[in-house]
Structures are given as C-alpha cells and as structure tokens.
Nanobody, 115 residues
Framework: VQFVESGGELVQPGGSLRLSCKAS????????MSWYRQAPGKERELVAT????????DHQDSVKGRFTISRDDTKMTAYLQMNSLKPEDTAVYYC?????????WGQGTQVTVFS
C-alpha cells in the first residue's frame, strides 16, 4: 500500500490549490478515502472523506464550502480542491485509506498560505 501526495505550494490568502493523491497496492475503488492535515505543533486531523463511488462526502466544519474532496477510480487518485485558502490552512496534507490506521503514510504535500 502506498500513497503519493502532490500539488502543495505557497499561496496567498484567498487562493486555490488542487491536491492529488495517487494510491497503489490495494483495490482503490473498494474503499472510502480521506484527506488529513497536520499543522506545525499540532496533531494530524481529518479534513474530508469520500465514500466508494463518490456518493457521499464529509468535510470538517472549518473547510466546508471551501474544500471539496473527489476521486477518480480509473486513475486510483483522490483529489482535494481547496478554494478561499486561509493562513490557518497551512499544513502538510496527507491522504489515506479511511479507517485503515495500519496503512503506511505518504510523505504528504506542504501547503503554505501566507500574506
């Protein structure tokens, strides 16, 4: 099992980014997928989750209306569209198979929102 995140950058407040997560080593379409983030000095937190088939999504309250999780099962890839970025969104972002805590974590992708 492997996750490779990409798309993080330095961006100004109000900007947008689209993160990608390429998964491998398991039947991607069979599992819910999640995005997490970890800010400096803080614990890793759940940002958003998408069900199999993309029929249901859940987003943390702080990102609702700004972030959108999606998936493309043909590419074994999950996405996180982030709009109206705020400095408090600064963190390393990770994707993971939902509820599979023993899966290894990827290297993450750094998102820095600065003014």
């Amino acid at each position: 099992v492997q996750f490779v995140e990409s798309g993080g950058e330095l961006v100004q407040p109000g900007g947008s980014l689209r993160l990608s997560c390429k998964a491998s080593g398991f039947a991607f379409s069979w599992y819910d997928m999640s995005w997490y983030r970890q800010a400096p000095g803080k614990e890793r937190e759940l940002v958003a989750t998408i069900s199999t088939g993309g029929f249901r999504t859940d987003h943390q309250d702080s990102v609702k209306g700004r972030f959108t999780i999606s998936r493309d099962d043909t590419k074994m890839t999950a996405y996180l569209q982030m709009n109206s970025l705020k400095p408090e969104d600064t963190a390393v972002y990770y994707c993971h198979r939902s509820n599979y805590n023993h899966d290894p974590w990827g290297q993450g992708t750094q998102v820095t929102v600065f003014s």
